[in-house]
Every structure is written in C-alpha cells, then in structure tokens.
C-alpha cells in the first residue's frame, strides 16, 4: 500500500514468522496447524475479525502474496519456522518478491515453531536470527539494536 499510495517510504522489509496469506491456503497450515502452538483453527477464528469474508481476505492488501505485482517493493528479509503453520506463504512470498526482482532473503529456523524468535535469549539459533537482523537493517541505514540479556 505504501508503494502504490507514495508513502510512507519503506527501506526495508523484516518479516518474522509473517501471515501474508489470510485465506490459509499453503500445505503447511494443514500439515503444522496441530500442536505446535499456532492451531490452524485459531488463525481461521482470528481472520473472520478482520475480514468479511474471503474475497476480501485474499486481496493484495488483505494478503500480500496474492498481490499481482510485487515489483518496486523494498528488499526484504523473511524469517519462517520450520513448525509453523505460516511458513509456506512466508517462502511463497520470497520467492514471489525474488521473481519480482526484489532483493529477497528467506530463512528457515530449524526446528523451531511460530514466535521462536522470542527466544533470542535462550537459544543459539534465535539470537543468530536477531544479530542478522541488526546487521541487515544497519546495512540498510537503520540502527541496529542488541538483543536484551
């Protein structure tokens, strides 16, 4: 939206554990969607709230991977969980933007589920996701932060 609406500009996108599609449509959401934390039918119930109905769910706004046109977006890297639900759509999207030509970078937290990234100060794996994140956003500009101990 901020691309089509000139604005806010938008250096860099950081995507973790993203729901980018909302009609739930990916293997993954069937395949993980049962006790890993993240019920399939949680996401269902929590979409209804923000939708009328699918049509409206899979637009280019409700849901980003469904957007014709995802060129001219800003580079962007995507955190998905090996146990997650959402994790299809995440790499779809990533493999949307590459095709795009957008500078695009996905990776898969082995062995983790959804919101493992809250877990920067307990795991290896967490907190190397969070120092890559720092770099890339001070490449792109953006002050990096340090993860709390």
């Known amino acids: 939206m901020a691309r089509d609406r000139d604005g806010p500009k938008i250096i860099f996108q950081v995507l973790v554990d993203p729901e980018l599609d909302m009609a739930l449509?990916?293997?993954?959401?069937?395949?993980?969607?049962?006790?890993?934390?993240?019920?399939?039918?949680?996401?269902?119930?929590?979409?209804?709230?923000?939708?009328?109905?699918?049509?409206?769910?899979?637009?280019?706004?409700?849901?980003?991977?469904?957007?014709?046109?995802?060129?001219?977006?800003?580079?962007?890297?995507?955190?998905?969980?090996e146990c997650d639900p959402l994790r299809d759509a995440g790499e779809a999207y990533g493999r949307r933007l590459w095709d795009a030509g957008v500078e695009a970078t996905v990776l898969r937290c082995v062995g983790h589920p959804h919101g493992a990234r809250k877990l920067s100060t307990i795991t290896t794996s967490a907190?190397?996701?969070?120092?890559?994140?720092?770099?890339?956003?001070?490449?792109?500009?953006?002050?990096?932060?340090?993860?709390m101990d």
């Open 25 to 81: 449509i990916f293997p993954s959401v069937q395949e993980i969607g049962h006790g890993w934390g993240m019920e399939s039918n949680d996401l269902k119930e929590a979409n209804k709230r923000y939708f009328r109905n699918i049509e409206d769910a899979t637009t280019r706004y409700g849901s980003p991977l469904y957007a014709e046109d995802l060129s001219n977006l800003p580079p962007a890297l995507i955190f998905t969980a």
């Open 127 to 147: 907190y190397q996701g969070t120092l890559k994140i720092a770099a890339l956003l001070q490449a792109y500009g953006v002050e990096a932060f340090k993860p």
